[in-house]
């Protein structure tokens, strides 16, 4: 396979950015058809029937690696289950901006686990999201914050957490090994929980299966695709800042497709958050660039 230009992998990243977006417009909508768990369950355990075959075709033995898989797939249940079940009590756009917070987690959870130092561009940048989330849920307002955002705030977490693992992981095997197992273990943990928990609810409408066909075909084994083969092509910082297309895509859909109103404190928070996200890793970039100029002379 010829290596693919920059542009070319990085307009599939935003490619990838938009299929995200549409993830939390699809889920809100499916929300009204299929009970929560049960979603989550359907699309990882048919992603993982997709992808687990052609992988094996394409001669990747990714049984091997069942152990690190596994503790992934326990991380991601429980960021899209959180995730999901929040999208119950707020909108997608919120949803979507309260997630990509995991950006900026990232630092000091790698502080937490693999003694990584905190620049100051991630305390600036982490101060600058925190504010931004201020304005966004405007807590002082009581019918500004609510149980939806707390639940989404603990989502990120997880999927903070579930990118540092995959970083320290990957220097055991390819990352693209660790994927199938990632899916039967989040999907199986998810249909235990929805067996066990919830009331199922699964109605055979046209909405209900666009919900899963979307999330299983486009969400899950197209975006991870295409984000697993092209980020490579591209640096950490540039993908970050492709990446933070995503909650603004979120908006549109939701906008556009669920009729949701967008008020003015949350368009704000949403771009004092991505701004600290993207000032985080901008500093980051900038100190590696000198430092790397100095060592030259």
Not at 49 to 74: D, E, Q
Not at 232 to 258: H, K, W
Not at 284 to 296: D, G, K, N, P
Request: hydrophobic share 55%; aromatic share 10%.
């Amino acid at each position: 396979m010829r290596r693919p230009t920059r542009l070319l992998a990085e307009s599939l990243l935003v490619v990838a950015t938009i299929i995200w977006g549409g993830t939390f417009v699809a889920t809100r909508a499916g929300l009204d058809h299929v009970s929560p768990l049960l979603i989550i369950a359907i699309r990882f355990l048919a992603s993982f029937l997709i992808l687990a075959p052609a992988l094996a075709l394409a001669g990747r033995k990714w049984w091997r690696h069942l152990a690190l898989g596994s503790v992934l797939g326990v991380v991601l249940a429980g960021g899209y289950t959180l995730q999901t079940i929040g999208l119950q009590f707020t909108t997608a756009s919120r949803s979507a901006f309260l997630t990509y917070l995991f950006a900026i987690l990232i630092p000091p959870l790698q502080r937490l686990i693999d003694r990584r130092r905190l620049s100051g561009g991630n305390l600036i940048g982490l101060a600058v999201v925190i504010a931004g989330t201020l304005v966004m849920t405007h807590p002082w307002d009581t019918a500004g914050w609510n149980r939806g955002d707390v639940i989404t705030l603990a989502a990120a977490v997880c999927f903070a957490l579930f990118i540092v693992l995959i970083d320290r992981f990957a220097q055991e095997t390819p990352a693209i090994d660790l994927v199938p197992t990632q899916f039967l273990v989040a999907g199986t943990i998810a249909l235990a929980a929805a067996l066990l928990f919830e009331p199922l609810r699964f109605s055979f409408t046209p909405a209900a299966l666009v919900t899963v066909g979307y999330l299983t075909l486009l969400g899950t084994v197209g975006g991870l695709g295409l984000q697993t083969v092209f980020q490579v092509y591209t640096t950490p910082v540039r993908a970050t800042t492709i990446y933070a297309l995503e909650p603004v895509f979120a908006a549109v859909f939701g906008v556009a497709i669920l009729g949701e109103r967008v008020g003015a404190l949350e368009m704000a928070g949403g771009a004092v958050i991505l701004v600290g996200v993207l000032l985080s890793e901008l500093w980051e970039h900038v100190i590696r660039r000198r430092a790397a100029a100095a060592t030259r002379a």
